[in-house]
């Protein structure tokens, strides 16, 4: 069931489509697109959230396909889905675009294996972060410290606490999750954003 929420992190409100409809991600990808400023660096914050099966909490299927660009967020429930759009995987093609994360070289590997989506230009933080800030204790840093070293910015508040307990894989994603998933791809695009226009100006 797509459902449209608008959350506000820290004054910044995000509008986040939770969806397992072509058309609507199709309708979501192109507004980034049409977002997107020719004169900033084209970055794209990118997270993916699994599910567990019953018969073995170690065994799991990438359940949702999370992207930003710090004013849309798009929850793709692939779990729920018959085919992946041709729209996604040219979308994750582009080679202006850089699709940054965290621990994203294991999720992309799986997200290939799982469903044939490849990402182009996949950037890693922590590596990043430690490079660009000269600090290299950032590159194995979670998102909520190099949020802060970066951007000194704290979203933690923002993380539903009951979410810790989730199940990325039922078919109505609830609205903590849809906030927690939020929280989580915001804060990949803004340190991202930051990190990569630093290396646009040395």
Not at 93 to 102: A, Q
Not at 160 to 171: E, N, V, Y
Request: charged share 25%; with cysteine; glycine share 6%.
């Amino acid at each position: 069931m797509d459902s449209v929420h608008c959350f506000d992190l820290q004054g910044v409100q995000i509008n986040t489509h939770v969806t397992k409809k072509k058309s609507t991600i199709l309708e979501v990808l192109e507004s980034f697109l049409h977002s997107a400023d020719s004169e900033q660096v084209k970055v794209i914050g990118i997270d993916m959230e699994w599910h567990h099966t019953n018969d073995d909490l170690k065994k799991t299927k990438c359940a949702t396909l999370n992207l930003c660009d710090g004013n849309t967020c798009l929850i793709i429930q692939l779990l729920h889905m018959d085919s992946i759009p041709k729209s996604l995987f040219n979308f994750l093609h582009l080679p202006d675009y850089s699709f940054v994360g965290i621990g994203i070289r294991d999720d992309l590997y799986q997200l290939e294996v799982e469903y044939g989506i490849r990402c182009r230009n996949a950037v890693e933080l922590g590596p990043l972060a430690a490079s660009v800030m000269k600090m290299p204790r950032l590159s194995g840093c979670g998102i909520d410290e190099l949020t802060v070293a970066v951007n000194k910015l704290d979203l933690r508040k923002h993380r539903p606490l009951t979410a810790l307990f989730k199940d990325w894989g039922q078919c109505a994603l609830g609205v903590k999750l849809a906030k927690l998933a939020t929280t989580n791809v915001y804060s990949f695009y803004k340190v991202g954003s930051r990190l990569l226009e630093r290396c646009e100006s040395l």
